[in-house]
């Protein structure tokens, strides 16, 4: 239900910007007899109750119809090329990002007011304040520039190894992971400050068990419980907010092939590209809800 809402506002929305995608294909010095006769044969010619109801037939059969552009690839194709480089893009900046946030969370709540704690909130604040866009510039002439360490822009497919591809997304998913990073670390601080407050954490302080042990095993899971949501979110917000990023690294992954769809008005590729991003944000919050059962067994039986 909530795919077929997004692909119509999205079907209804597009057509509703000012702009044919004929004229921009034609550059403005088309044949109006030539533009006439592609719109034509794109079925663009035809009522728009029409044009939507032929495409949700395409959808139903698993078809995302085809490129206006170039040789009329079909969009699915080119979907399919792009999202791996996105979603490697996306987990590997998500990896990051709650590599940094977890440590840095649980100490800055465990040492409440203390220089480690009002360090941690400065550089939060600091990676809620820089733009993606900024950050990925400094860290291309930084690493890439002047240190010569990694490569400023490209992607290299995992088949033709790790260590390769790897080194072309290290980059691009710092400079994405960076906010995420300082939004999860601020969640889970103000969690772990309230769980280490309850009942159980000191009774279990009384019978004398590690601190390690209270903090891992059983404070950090149920801190965790109320940042799963803010994670996952994150992590679907990545899906969509490397746009930025892979154009500045030149990485042709969905954001890209979606900002080139926009700019060339392909109707086609900018509906499947948003569509898929839209099943990937539904997927996430069904995987949120699964690991809420995980982490607390007590919401099952609920």
Known sequence: MVTWIVATLVFFMLRAVPGDPLVAMLFDVGDPAAAE???QKYGLDRPLFIQYVKWCGLLLQ??????IYGSRVPVSTIIIEALPRTISL???AFAIAIGIAIPAGIIAALRKNSFL?????LLAFLGLSMPDFWLAIMLIIVFAANLHWLPAIGYVPISQGVWPWLKHLILPAIA????FSAII?????SSMLEVIKTDYIQVARAKGLRKNTITLVHALPNALIPVITVMGIAFALLMAT???IENVFSIKGLGRVLIQGIL?????????AILVVSMIFIFINLLVDILYTVIDPRIRFE
Do not use: K
């Not at 704690?117 to 909130?121: G, Q, R, V």
């Open 37 to 39: 006769e592609l719109r």
């Open 62 to 67: 698993g078809d995302m119809g085809r490129s």
């Open 90 to 92: 996306a987990l590997l």
């Open 117 to 121: 704690d009002h360090a941690t909130t």
């Open 176 to 179: 994405a992971g960076t906010a």
């Open 185 to 189: 670390a601020r969640m889970i601080r």
């Open 242 to 244: 490397t746009v930025v």
């Open 264 to 272: 060339n008005r392909d109707y086609p590729v900018v509906q499947g």
